[in-house]
């Protein structure tokens, strides 16, 4: 059975208009106030993006990828450092002539002294870093943006869901009404059909809307990790989302994204260098020591290496302790697969610089639809806000009409007196332009956060985002709720 916990089951029950649902309201609302507490326990926007952030798995990819990156640099750093390495090569007597040295033990070491692309993988490394950070930062703040944009919308859906619950009611009563004046003989039969139509009409909207719930708490679920039954929102905990103003054709704005795509470019340049040095004739110098302790009365060896004295003229025996040490110089050539390479870092490079100014240019076409966009999502806002209003006010003068009457008298001509009917059509439209409301606020919201992300601020966004205690706006006021866009 799915829950909606952020409704107070005492209000999602109220059955003043029909009571014949007491005896099926009663025992679920005793039910939904019987569950634990820790089902029904709100949660923040603050923990929902931090949830989403520690389970996303493009988090936990870039994450790897910058464990790599700092791997990549050690292993370039590393190599000036001599490696050892210890062995041992003793076997039977071999016949005739030896062809290995009857080592008892050796000892070997080598490392790289001086290259020119080698500071060039150095620096392509250190740039691998960096851009694996962004890339990271990029990453998180992707995930909080989609669990924020979830977050929100299903908060929004919740208040409308309420307002279509209080609408469906509203229905019930306008049919019975319509049924009593069919009854009577006042009202055709065709207004009694025409008030089902409405009662399965705004039924089919309900429906819609807990559909649309469902599904952004699955898309939750998924984000964060949670059991779809403990996700609640928190409207207090959704921080204001400042109207961020831009120029629409200002161009080259960096987002976390970009500026790792750009500095990967970089590297991929730095590494092209790199292998382009490795073809040219710049020398690559290297050190190597070895030791070896060799068996003296293992195999023919004496027969072959063994030296006459040339003092005593009597033979001697090799030396079992031997050491070497000294430097290489490699000077490049001649090498057809090093140049080879060398051109195909060249092309990923260019590649990689091509794919950075894309990511630009696809940045700058977002900012300019999205600054474009804003101004009429922020006029829906407010049109909607201010129908709200106005309905609410009409509503309140067809209740005021209803206890003391329009003061038209009854005289020939006169307005006629407003009946209960009116009163149910008149709540059915401010509900419905409070839903309206709801859905510009949130079309507004989305569009915000969209163009904070484009413009690079969503960090600073995230930074005002406070766990468990009302979000407080800059001007230190709670923040409005969001029945009133445009406010």
């Known amino acids: 059975m799915n829950v909606d916990c952020s409704q107070d089951p005492r209000r999602s029950f109220r059955t003043r208009h029909n009571p014949r649902l007491l005896l099926v309201a009663s025992p679920l609302a005793l039910l939904l106030m019987a569950l634990p507490a820790s089902l029904c326990a709100q949660i923040s926007l603050s923990t929902v993006v931090d949830l989403a952030q520690k389970n996303s798995s493009t988090v936990k990819l870039a994450d790897a990828d910058l464990s790599k990156s700092i791997k990549v640099l050690a292993e370039a750093?590393?190599?000036?450092?001599?490696?050892?390495?210890?062995?041992?090569?003793?076997?039977?007597?071999?016949?005739?002539?030896?062809?290995?040295?009857?080592?008892?033990?050796?000892?070997?070491?080598?490392?790289?002294?001086?290259?020119?692309?080698?500071?060039?993988?150095?620096?392509?490394?250190?740039?691998?870093?960096?851009?694996?950070?962004?890339?990271?930062?990029?990453?998180?703040?992707?995930?909080?943006?989609?669990?924020?944009?979830?977050?929100?919308?299903?908060?929004a859906v919740t208040s409308e869901i309420e307002a279509a619950r209080q609408q469906q009611e509203d229905s019930d009563r306008l049919l019975q009404i319509e049924q009593q004046r069919q009854e009577a003989g006042v009202d055709p039969l065709s207004e009694v059909l025409q008030a089902r139509l409405k009662v399965a009409q705004l039924k089919l909207s309900r429906m819609h809307l807990q559909s649309r719930a469902t599904a952004l708490i699955a898309q939750l679920a998924a984000l964060t990790g949670l059991p779809a039954v403990s996700i609640a929102t928190q409207h207090a905990?959704?921080?204001?989302?400042?109207?961020?103003?831009?120029?629409?054709?200002?161009v080259g704005i960096k987002t976390p994204g970009i500026e790792a795509a750009q500095i990967q470019a970089a590297a991929r340049e730095r590494q092209a260098k790199g292998d382009l040095l490795g073809t040219t004739l710049w020398p690559q110098i290297g050190f190597g020591a070895q030791y070896n302790r060799d068996a003296t009365s293992l195999g023919n060896y004496n027969s072959y290496f063994g030296r006459i004295d040339p003092i005593t003229g009597k033979g001697k025996k090799f030396k079992?302790?031997?050491?070497?040490?000294?430097?290489?110089?490699?000077?490049?050539?001649?090498?057809?697969?090093?140049?080879?390479?060398?051109?195909?870092?060249?092309?990923?490079?260019?590649?990689?610089?091509?794919?950075?100014?894309?990511?630009?240019?696809?940045?700058?076409?977002?900012?300019?639809?999205?600054?474009g966009s804003l101004q009429e999502l922020d006029a829906l806002a407010e049109v909607a806000s201010l129908k709200q209003q106005i309905a609410a006010e009409q509503l309140k003068?067809?209740?005021?009409?209803?206890?003391?009457?329009?003061?038209?008298?009854?005289?020939?001509?006169?307005?006629?007196?407003?009946?209960?009917?009116?009163?149910?059509?008149?709540?059915?439209?401010?509900?419905?332009?409070a839903i309206d409301a709801l859905d510009a606020g949130l079309d507004l919201s989305k569009a915000r956060l969209n163009l904070l992300r484009a413009l690079g601020h969503?960090?600073?966004?995230?930074?005002?985002?406070?766990?468990?205690?009302?979000?407080?706006?800059?001007?230190?006021t709670p923040n409005a709720p969001l029945s009133k866009p445009g406010s």
């Open 77 to 155: 750093k590393d190599i000036y450092i001599p490696n050892l390495i210890l062995g041992s090569s003793i076997g039977p007597p071999s016949i005739g002539f030896t062809f290995s040295q009857p080592s008892v033990a050796s000892a070997s070491m080598q490392s790289l002294f001086f290259s020119f692309p080698q500071r060039q993988y150095i620096a392509a490394a250190e740039k691998g870093i960096e851009a694996a950070r962004l890339s990271l930062k990029d990453a998180r703040e992707q995930s909080a943006l989609d669990a924020s944009t979830e977050y929100i919308e299903l908060d």
């Open 237 to 250: 905990s959704i921080p204001e989302i400042p109207a961020v103003k831009s120029d629409p054709f200002a």
């Open 320 to 371: 079992a302790d031997n050491f070497s040490a000294g430097f290489s110089i490699q000077i490049p050539i001649f090498d057809v697969s090093k140049r080879d390479k060398a051109r195909q870092s060249v092309v990923e490079a260019l590649r990689a610089r091509v794919e950075a100014e894309q990511a630009q240019r696809q940045n700058d076409v977002q900012i300019a639809t999205l600054s």
């Open 397 to 433: 003068t067809v209740q005021t009409e209803l206890q003391s009457g329009n003061g038209a008298g009854v005289e020939p001509g006169a307005p006629a007196q407003p009946s209960p009917r009116l009163e149910q059509l008149a709540r059915i439209d401010e509900r419905q332009k």
């Open 458 to 476: 969503m960090e600073d966004w995230l930074h005002t985002l406070t766990p468990d205690s009302p979000a407080v706006s800059p001007a230190g």
